[in-house]
C-alpha cells in the first residue's frame, strides 16, 4: 500500500514560482518511480514529468522542460516538483503518482494522491 498527499500550491502571479510536495506512507517508497501529472478544466490528465526510483532517469513534458525539476529525498519519503517561471497555462490541479514500473503514461500508474491546485494569474 502507498499513500500520497500533495502540497505547495496556491496563487501566483505569472513568473512567479512554486514548489510542490508529496509526501508517501508506506516502506515501499524508494522502489517506485513517482510521477507528476496535472489536468485543467475540461482537459485531460496529463504528464509533467517523472522520475525513477533510484533518481537516475528522468524525463519532462515540452511544455514543461526548462522551468520545472523533479527530484525526491526517500529520507523523507517525499518527491518534489520545484515550478519557474509560471505561466497561466500552467494553472491546473496537479497530482502526483507511484508506480512500480517507470513510465509516462498516468493511465499506467497505480496510486494517487488528491492532488494540488495551481493557478497562475496573468
Known amino acids: 500500500q502507498v499513500q500520497l498527499v500533495e502540497s505547495g500550491g496556491g496563487l501566483v502571479q505569472a513568473g512567479d514560482s512554486l514548489r510542490l510536495s508529496c509526501a508517501a506512507s508506506?516502506?515501499?517508497?524508494?522502489?517506485?518511480?513517482m510521477g507528476w501529472f496535472r489536468q485543467a478544466p475540461g482537459k485531460e490528465r496529463e504528464f509533467v514529468a517523472v522520475?525513477?526510483?533510484?533518481?537516475?532517469?528522468?524525463n519532462y513534458a515540452d511544455s514543461v522542460k526548462g522551468r520545472f525539476t523533479i527530484s525526491r529525498n526517500d529520507a523523507k519519503n517525499t518527491v518534489y516538483l520545484q515550478m519557474n517561471s509560471l505561466k497561466p497555462e500552467d494553472t491546473a490541479v496537479y497530482y502526483c503518482?507511484?508506480?512500480?514500473?517507470?513510465?509516462?503514461?498516468?493511465?499506467?500508474?497505480?496510486?494517487w494522491g488528491q492532488g494540488t491546485q495551481v493557478t497562475v494569474s496573468s
Open positions: 503518482a507511484a508506480d512500480s514500473y517507470y513510465r509516462l503514461d498516468p493511465r499506467g500508474y497505480g496510486y
Open positions: 508506506g516502506r515501499t517508497f524508494s522502489n517506485y518511480a
Open positions: 522520475i525513477s526510483g533510484i533518481g537516475t532517469r528522468i
